[in-house]
């Protein structure tokens, strides 16, 4: 049986990449022999429960290196807390630190798969970028840095990670087109598409089908990158203008201060309940229970809570950019460039059934493209083609 080594750092985020990591996990683990790398023994049984996977830890051997913690604490947590905290764009600086260390001590194998960044390993490898962590200033879309310090750093981190030219036996998996040409504006190299995974089964309900509420959902991350506020100053303005609507604000608290934030924007608004990260169950009679969602992450690079929430029956108002447009086809009543622009798409479709129905109509079948089983096999096949 060959040997994978699977590197994921920083299991407990919740979101698209982690969904894409148990997802890989439980594709490989019953035809290979997989080892997990990572900063912080995760709990397999409460992510499994939260992406509706079936990771066995029994079968996979999983390691925390010594020297990415100390004692109960994740030396990588308080690394990324600081860069992303303190430096911002820098947050690739301990990731590939932790790469750079992991690469050369890992365990006999014939594959790496890394699911966090890029790494450009020696090893045959396939890489799961989700966004080009390193060398972004190759990219003619992204300025250089201003700071002199952010400049010495980014250098270092450049050196460090040896990117300058991407080896053959590097192959690079992306989650849309339009993060491939970045990759490829980056690294002058291709990626695979493999859309991420999405779980529809949990959307089958006959019970709440037909029952939805008009109410609105604003599901993300509870962090600043996904722009909450905007969402919930859009739904303030639906509802001064008239509508008899309401909000339910849900996702993961991992940054716990952002998180109360939120909960206080929730708390001035009647018609906003704050729920936070909420329970696979919940989760799902939320989705099935209302209409419309918000989504105002820029240039989201995919968006899975995007592709669940038209899976369970909701109509998405996002923005016009990045790789969510392949999500909804390109459908123009539900994109938008500005928050006015979103309030006016959102009152055009709550004023028009037919208008509604036909938005409803040009939305994708979500397990046919999006799909956890087409996932797994697109990326076990890969797998098999290279060893």
Known sequence: MKNITHIHWQFGLKGGGEAVAMNTLEALQNEFEVCLITDKRPDINHLNSYYNTNVNEEIIDIRTPDYLTVGSISVMELMRKYFQAKLGILRGFPVEVANKIAERNLPPTDLLVNTTSEMNSNIPSIEYVHYPLFNQWNNPNMSPPESRLIKIINDVTLSF????????????????????????????????????????QQFTSEELRGQEESGFLIIGRLAPGKNIPQGIDIFKSVIDHGYDT?????????????????????????????????????????????????????????????????????????????????????????????????????ESV??????????????????QRFGKQRFQNNIINMVREII
């Open 161 to 200: 990670a040896d990117l300058d030219s991407i080896r053959d036996n590097t192959h690079f998996v992306t989650n849309s087109q339009w993060t491939e040409n970045i990759i490829h504006d980056t690294y002058q190299t291709e990626a695979t598409v493999v859309y991420p995974p999405v779980d529809v």
């Open 246 to 346: 309401h909000l339910h604000v849900i996702g993961s608290e991992s940054n716990e201060e952002y998180a109360e934030h939120i909960r206080s924007l929730c708390d001035t608004v009647p018609q906003i309940t704050y729920e936070g990260e909420v329970s696979r169950s919940r989760y799902t009679q939320l989705i099935q229970g209302h209409r419309y969602g918000i989504h105002t992450k820029s240039e989201e690079q995919f968006g899975i809570t995007l592709a669940e929430m038209i899976a369970g029956g909701v109509i998405p108002f996002i923005p016009d950019g990045g790789g969510q447009r392949e999500i909804i086809e390109n459908e123009s009543t539900l994109l938008w460039n500005s928050p006015a622009e979103c309030i006016e798409n959102i």
């Open 350 to 367: 709550l004023n028009d059934p037919q208008r509604e129905q036909n938005v409803i109509d040009s939305l994708p079948d979500i397990e």
